[in-house]
């Protein structure tokens, strides 16, 4: 008898199957060693019977896909035509404490084929408030400690390490290559010297700052604002770090992607922000 | 003479540099990015650039944290 054949996706590769097959079939078939079935986004026990157009993911708990399989399967959740642009796209990140340990994270998951980190701090127990590092990488070069941690995020990515003062000579050589800067440092004159610099000595190439996301004061007040065709700042403007006004995981963390998204919009072409 | 500071008029005497508008307006050259007529000028330049009448200067001041 001549079953009906049917379009699935497993482990995001088209595959054509029998209709009404149960999953364990597929599974001793295709993957034997897995010991997890999800289909269309939930695990499902082995006696469901495949369906048209089913998106099936098969993996073994603990062990790591293979480089080209996890690009896949992260991907798969991207809108359609996004991945191919972030793989080409460049990315620099001046800084890597709470906005630039947060925004590196959210580009490497985005998929960000290069992204440069520079900073030339190490992490202390004090910036586990809102950073994205452990406790066991305290004393650590916090661009050593992030590039292992985008490393197990997404291998994929292309992480470039600078450990070392960025100042207004070092500026141009260090992101001219970048296609977009991010600004993610924590003083506000080291942020002015940065844009500056950068607005100056490297023409063409965007740049994406942040300003005013201390404290616990609403996290609407947080927005992309357009200053020119090249440059972007993120934040309310207004609250700054100081005495009795903390810098908080929240906003900081709103504040970090919102130059995330900034960046990703750049990518794909889209204006980040109206103009004021 | 009058010049348009972040979108908003404002009435100068002549001769004003661009430093002495950042002491007018309260504003730490340290901590600023200074956009003249579209340009933004470098440190260097904050002294020695008089304001004309009509200029348009955008001041994007940066405050500390992140």
């Known amino acids: ?276 | 003479m009058r010049i348009t500071v972040n979108g908003k008029h404002k009435q100068i005497t002549d001769p004003t540099s661009i430093a002495a508008l950042f002491e007018m307006v309260g504003v730490n050259p340290e901590q600023v990015v200074a956009e003249h007529n579209g340009t933004i000028l470098a440190p260097q330049q904050y002294r020695e650039t008089i304001l004309r009448e009509g200029d348009t200067i955008e001041l994007i001041q940066f405050v500390g944290g992140g």
């Open chain 1, 1 to 276: 008898m001549n079953r009906k054949q049917i379009q699935i996706y497993l482990n995001e590769r088209s595959l054509t199957v029998a209709a009404k097959m149960p999953l364990r079939d597929l599974q001793q078939q295709q993957c034997p060693n897995a010991d997890l079935l999800i289909v269309n986004g939930y695990p499902c026990p082995d006696d469901h019977l495949i369906a048209d157009q089913d998106h099936i993911v098969m993996i073994r708990r603990g062990v790591a896909p293979s480089p080209q399989e996890l690009e896949a399967l992260m991907m798969a959740r991207h809108t359609p035509g996004v991945h191919a642009k972030v793989k080409k796209a460049r990315v620099g990140i001046a800084g890597a404490g709470g906005l630039g340990s947060a925004i590196a994270i959210a580009l490497a998951r985005t998929g960000v084929g290069f992204i440069r980190i520079a900073d030339f701090d190490v992490v202390e127990p004090s910036n586990l408030n809102r950073q994205q590092y452990f406790v066991d990488q305290i004393g650590l070069p916090k661009v050593h400690a992030l590039r292992d941690n985008l490393q197990r995020i997404n291998p994929l990515v292309t992480v470039d390490s600078y450990y070392g003062k960025i100042t207004a000579e070092n500026v141009n050589e260090l992101f001219a290559d970048m296609d977009i800067l991010v600004e993610a440092f924590d003083r506000a004159d080291q942020k002015a010297m940065l844009a500056n610099t950068f607005l100056r000595d490297v023409p063409e190439k965007y740049l994406v700052a942040a300003s005013g996301m201390a404290g616990y004061e609403p996290g609407n007040s947080i927005r992309t604002r357009k200053i020119n065709n090249r440059f972007y700042l993120c934040g309310d403007n207004l609250t700054s770090a100081g005495p009795g006004c903390g810098l908080m995981a929240p906003r900081v963390g709103i504040a970090a992607h919102h130059q995330a998204n900034a960046v990703l919009r750049l990518i794909l072409g889209e204006d980040p922000a109206t103009q004021g």
